[in-house]
């Protein structure tokens, strides 16, 4: 996945600590983590998710053209009405992952940092005949998340995609400061990614590998529409679909709170019975301290390991909890 540096202004507020890793150029928290996360869960504040690339798509054609492309059903996509949908290879494995909104004229859709140009790129080898077109937005506009139950107000014309989630606003990046001071708290996004993590959301390029399937991250349903027409990777989707054996299960992991430093990113999984040099059946995704549920993780395992079986993440003890039935 290549970088692409863009670094909020809303770094520059009191106490705010910078994120690493693909969440570079936004703020991790603003100096009080549980905090955060509370007002979140309460509806408060807003989230700064200005890192994220911004792309659209207008022109008569943009629903019946994306709708070959995507593995949603788009065609018919109301204006106002959030989906979510992914583009895969031509084997099925995931390569990108888009949420996207239509506003009557243009589809306007956010994407993980690093992806957009790879994306801009496809989408733009794949126009052909159809009267689309294609635009990088993420240097004229900023993604702002509302958790759900937040009373603030939009500004008048943001595009404003909704889910069960909260709102994620399409916002004039020229006016996010401004929204900042009328919106606050602040909230980091370690604050955002526990949240996710407890909601068992999937993410690209975090619980995705190179061979990643739809299937094995609990996405058919939510990003893959089963019943529309032919999209690329789309036998393997209808095969492992009936065939119903995905090889790996998404999995929410309880971490033993004792230790002090969370496993990160592709720490290797056993099963604790098997002890620290037993064979690695799956690796930690993501990992997370939550408020309320102390140290969580999403991880992928193989299909076949047993729901209540201890694991091993690296040296710390994991519970499991079913996300996507083996």
């Known amino acids: 996945m290549q970088r692409q540096s ?17 969440d570079e150029g ?30 659209t798509v207008t022109g008569d054609d943009r629903l019946s053209w994306l709708h070959l492309l995507l593995t949603q059903h788009v065609s018919d996509l109301r204006p106002g009405l959030a989906t979510e949908a992914l583009i895969l290879s031509a084997n099925g494995h995931i390569e990108h992952a888009l949420y996207l909104v239509d506003d009557g004229t243009t589809v306007w859709a956010h994407v993980e940092p690093g992806t957009r140009d790879d994306l801009v790129a496809y989408l733009e080898s794949m126009k052909f005949f159809y009267r689309v077109e294609v635009a990088d937005r993420t240097a004229d506009f900023a993604v702002v998340h509302l958790p759900a139950g937040s009373i603030a107000e939009v500004p008048d ?13 399409f916002l004039p990046r020229a006016e996010l ?50 019943q529309k027409g032919c999209y690329r990777g789309q036998e393997t989707v209808a095969r492992v679909h009936n065939l119903g054996k995905p090889p790996r299960r998404l999995v929410f992991l309880h971490l033993d ?31 997370a301290r939550h408020h309320e549920l102390g140290p969580i993780a999403l991880a992928l395992v193989k299909r076949n390991v047993a729901v209540d079986a201890e694991l091993l993440a690296g040296n710390t003890a994991a519970a499991q909890e079913v996300v996507v039935e083996p």
Not at 17 to 22: F, I, L, N, T
């Open 6 to 22: 863009t670094i909020s202004p809303l770094l520059a507020l009191p106490g705010a600590v910078p994120a690493e890793g693909p």
């Open 26 to 55: 936004v703020a991790a928290h603003y100096g009080d983590l549980f905090r955060e996360q509370r007002a979140l869960a309460d509806g408060s504040g807003f989230v700064d998710l200005s890192h994220r690339g911004v792309i």
């Open 157 to 169: 014309g943001t595009v404003v995609r909704e889910t069960s989630h909260g709102r994620d606003l």
């Open 177 to 226: 400061e401004a929204f900042a001071a009328a919106h606050g708290p602040a909230i980091g996004i370690l604050a955002y990614e526990a949240l996710r993590v407890e909601a068992h959301r999937p993410r690209l390029g975090l619980e995705t590998d190179h061979r990643t399937i739809p299937h094995e991250l609990g996405w058919i349903g939510t990003a893959v529409h089963l």
């Open 257 to 287: 709170g004792s230790e002090v430093l969370l496993p990160a990113h592709g720490t290797p999984l056993r099963v604790a019975a098997d002890g620290a040099e037993g064979r690695q059946i799956g690796f930690i995704t993501t990992s």
